[in-house]
């Protein structure tokens, strides 16, 4: 099947206020596939043109029948993306797998968590509610929970369809109206989705996707006077960039960047569970995760049997073309790539290398693989230990006791998520409350995974929270009312 038969949309035109264009000036930007180096089509390179057009569409979708919508109203559009969403995950699936290099299972997973997200969000947004405040006698107080208006929501490539599930469902069915900036090597799914909203009726302007370069369309978008609320997924530095744009619009945002996850075993885990869990949270989208768990800090009474075991899981592992669905595709670029195996030569030079996986005979030679690859007795303030690789590779840590755990897993300037594996369960409370960490998850892991979970940072990875209901507390804003009547 081409491309074209699977995402029914010309991709190198834009979606601006329900209408399908093509950037001015007519450029385009080409579509990779990272398994193979090959170029298999092309995507339209938007420009401020089109970012004027689609704030001011978004704009005037607020003024218009979006913005009259009930909430009732837009959550049933939101089920109805859902179910379309649903009807295509397969095809969904398989242009991931194409754009981005991840292995077909994993793409189906994200397909079907689009459709979750906007099952999820779509049944929140007329259970959005503000709140009656005991006042002065004579007074009736409460808050209203408002849109924003326009969002600008900038995603990257790692996960397009969870990433802009999560984004997009909680703005739209909060009721603000969306501009969606995707990463230009992921743009397909976006404009597919786009395509999706059109044909469950929600109404122009209420979603316009801009393709393009990030210094180009992006920086637009978090300039924009016209933009009332940023959400950013991607890397620290970019991040950075966003929120002085942003700044200087006096405008709300939520980032989540980067990560650098600890993974703590104590020496009562119960290892059978734990051992897959431990390589999977790090090894899934081959490292290409936030919350990746590519520290394991491991108790010095099991240190040596987890390493023996893990070793034995890594050289089981496969690399190997994404649509063979073997444990790891190949990472998005040729820029990632070099970036991750620059960190993987580094560390055989300074650090004890531990295991390597395996190529698959069908891995391409011009295909953007690196070998998963685990290093031992790793120093906590070694580069990799501290450093997000954004790529299959983990560092194995000892440590003595919980105080030493607990200051080697906060010893970074990240904390999206921590795991931790032990049976006492005063540990575990202890541990979760001391973490410095946006999520904690005991005796399981869920790197990318969980829907109704709030999710988000704090240091470097970012602020404010994502998914769960909690998101559509971010997509709105709180106004007070006071009625004095006596
Ligand atoms: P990477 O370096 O891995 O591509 P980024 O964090 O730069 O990761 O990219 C994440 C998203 O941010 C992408 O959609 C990208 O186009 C966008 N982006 C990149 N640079 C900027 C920028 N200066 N302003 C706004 N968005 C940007």
């Not at 006096?250 to 989540?256: A, F, G, H, M, R």
């Not at 190997?320 to 970036?339: E, M, N």
């Not at 790529?391 to 000892?398: A, D, M, R």
């Amino acid at each position: 099947m081409t491309l074209d038969e699977l995402t029914h949309i010309d991709a190198t035109k834009v979606f601006v206020n329900g209408a399908w264009i093509v950037p001015a000036g007519g450029q385009t930007l080409p579509v990779e596939n990272p398994s193979t180096g090959e170029i298999i089509g092309q995507i339209g390179r938007g420009t401020s043109t089109e970012v004027d057009a689609a704030v001011a569409a978004a704009g005037a979708a607020m003024e218009g029948d979006w913005g009259r919508m009930t909430a009732t109203e837009r959550g049933r559009i939101l089920m109805k993306m859902s179910a379309l969403t649903l009807a295509r995950a397969e095809d969904l699936a398989m242009i991931e797998t194409l754009d981005v290099g991840k292995p077909l299972d994993q793409s189906r997973r994200d397909s079907v968590a689009l459709a979750r997200y906007l099952e999820f969000y779509g049944g929140g947004a007329d259970k959005l509610m503000g709140t009656t405040i005991p006042y002065q006698d004579g007074f009736t107080a409460y808050t209203l929970r408002e849109p924003h208006g326009v969002c600008g929501v900038i995603i990257p490539w790692n996960y397009p369809m969870q990433i802009l599930g999560r984004g997009v469902g909680a703005a739209l069915a909060a009721g603000n109206a969306v501009v969606l900036k995707p990463a230009e090597d992921a743009s397909l799914s976006s404009l597919v989705f786009a395509a999706i909203a059109a044909e469950a009726g929600l109404p122009a302007g209420a979603l316009n996707v801009v393709t393009g370069l990030g210094t180009d369309v992006g920086a637009t978008l978090s300039g924009h006077a016209g933009i009332h609320h940023l959400s950013f997924t991607g890397s620290v530095g970019t991040g950075m960039r966003i929120q002085e744009a942003a700044a200087r619009n006096v405008v709300p945002v939520t980032l989540e960047l980067g990560g650098k996850s600890p993974h703590i075993v104590f020496d009562d885990a119960d290892l059978d569970k734990a051992m897959p869990v431990l390589v999977g949270a790090c090894m899934q989208n081959a490292g290409q995760t936030c919350s990746a768990a590519s520290r394991v800090l491991v108790q010095r009474g099991v240190y040596d049997e987890v390493r023996r075991r893990m070793i034995g899981i890594y050289e089981g592992l496969v690399v190997g073309p994404a649509i063979g669905s073997h444990d790891l595709g190949p990472l998005v670029s040729r820029k990632q790539q070099q970036i991750v195996q620059s960190f993987i030569d580094r560390g055989k030079q300074e650090l004890t290398l531990a295991a390597e996986g395996q190529m698959h005979p069908d891995a391409a030679p011009d295909g953007h693989f690196v070998l998963p690859t685990l290093f031992s007795e790793v120093a906590p303030d070694h580069a990799l230990a501290q450093q997000e690789i954004f790529g299959p590779v983990q560092v194995l840590i000892p440590f003595d006791d919980e105080a030493e755990a607990l200051r080697i897993a906060n010893g970074t300037e990240y904390g999206l998520v921590a795991g931790l594996w032990t049976r006492d369960g005063a540990r575990q409370l202890r541990m979760a409350r001391k973490l410095h960490s946006g999520q904690v998850f005991i005796n399981n892991y869920g790197a990318g995974g969980g829907i109704e979970l709030p999710f988000g940072g704090i240091g470097k990875s970012g602020h404010g929270r994502e998914k769960g209901f909690e998101a559509l507390y971010g997509f709105t804003r709180v106004k007070t009312v006071t009625v004095h009547h006596g």
